[in-house]
């Protein structure tokens, strides 16, 4: 597979996240829960070794719950605060508010014991393209509005006039700028995860080719959504896989020659929008 690199865009987006950093006190990392090591850009560990960090497995309701279980284990052994979430979900606001809670505590008990009342946590949405930040931030945004509360903007010492500011809690306020991180997809299995969730721009990618190439990984890996979804009767090779399920489908061309374009297409979507079941396709 021939995938485009665009080192332009990292260069404009390390300066924004690192203009921001200072502004805040934790960084909020969003991973697909369906390929958490694929989405993880490692450069983030460097940019944000001085902050509180905290990663979100987000759509993790398409992903499989034991394997998100399994990368639970794996992030917090490397030190991570991590929770598994659904950022269309409107429960989102009150779990995130409770953990950033408890990973910013010394913070906390450090400036009450100085006197002060309410300690305010300020935070940065980090993440890949596609991964659900904006959605992660409105939905937060849409819960503080819903209580009653004006989302706030703030003009605080040291922040940029205009610099928007959505109030998630009384004491936590998110950076409302998401900082895209680009995919490190040099290892070609990364390049491929980050295809088949839409991370990556379906333009610069021929989808037979991709299509094919995710048919062979879910043949092995569970057979039976193919099996399910596509009315199938066996398990073939991918290449005829794609055929029959264009067939089964009715997706034809001039002399009842199925077609190929569509299937994939098909696949693709049906897959990032969970109808193939929760997939998760990677393990610690
Ligand atoms: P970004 O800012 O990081 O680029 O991502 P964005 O929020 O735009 O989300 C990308 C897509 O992922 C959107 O779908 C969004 O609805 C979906 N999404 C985000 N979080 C979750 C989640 O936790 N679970 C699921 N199932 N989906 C999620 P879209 O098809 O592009 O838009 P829409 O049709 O849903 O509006």
């Not at 910013?104 to 890949?128: E, N, Y």
């Not at 819960?143 to 003009?155: I, L, Q």
């Not at 006039?161 to 299995?189: H, I, S």
């Not at 088949?196 to 092995?220: K, M, Q, S």
Request: hydrophobic letters at 40%; aromatic letters at 6%.
């Amino acid at each position: 597979m021939n995938i485009q690199w665009y080192p332009g865009h990292m260069t404009k987006t390390k300066r924004m996240i690192l203009a921001n950093l200072s502004l805040v006190d934790i960084v909020i990392e969003l991973l697909d829960a369906r390929i958490p090591y694929s989405s993880k850009n490692p450069d983030i560990d460097e940019f944000a070794k001085s902050k509180k960090r905290l990663i979100l497995l987000n759509k993790s309701d398409l992903a499989d719950e034991h394997t998100t279980n399994l990368w639970k284990d794996y992030y917090k052994a490397r030190d991570f605060h991590i929770l598994a979430v659904n950022s269309k979900d409107g429960k989102i606001a009150a779990n995130l508010s409770e953990l950033v809670r408890t990973v910013m505590k010394d913070k906390i008990a450090q400036q009450k014991s100085r006197g002060r009342l309410t300690v305010s946590i300020r935070a940065m949405v980090v993440g890949i393209p596609n991964v659900g930040k904006s959605t992660l931030i409105n939905s937060l945004s849409l819960m503080s509005k819903r209580g009653g509360k004006p989302t706030a903007t703030a003009d605080r010492p040291g922040v940029t006039r205009g610099k928007q500011w959505v109030k998630v809690a009384n004491d936590f306020d998110l950076l409302d700028t998401p900082g895209v991180l680009w995919p490190k997809f040099e290892d070609p299995n990364v390049a491929e995860n980050l295809a088949f969730t839409g991370a990556l721009n379906d333009n610069i990618l021929d989808n037979v080719t991709l299509a094919t190439i995710f048919l062979e990984r879910i043949a092995t890996s569970r057979p039976q959504s193919l099996l399910d979804r596509y009315k199938l009767d066996e398990i073939t090779d991918s290449q005829k896989l794609l055929e029959s399920i264009a067939m089964k489908r009715g997706f034809k061309l001039k002399g009842n020659i199925p077609n190929l374009e569509r299937a994939a297409i098909t696949v693709l979507d049906e897959f990032r929008a969970g109808l193939l079941g929760r997939i998760s396709l990677e393990k610690p």
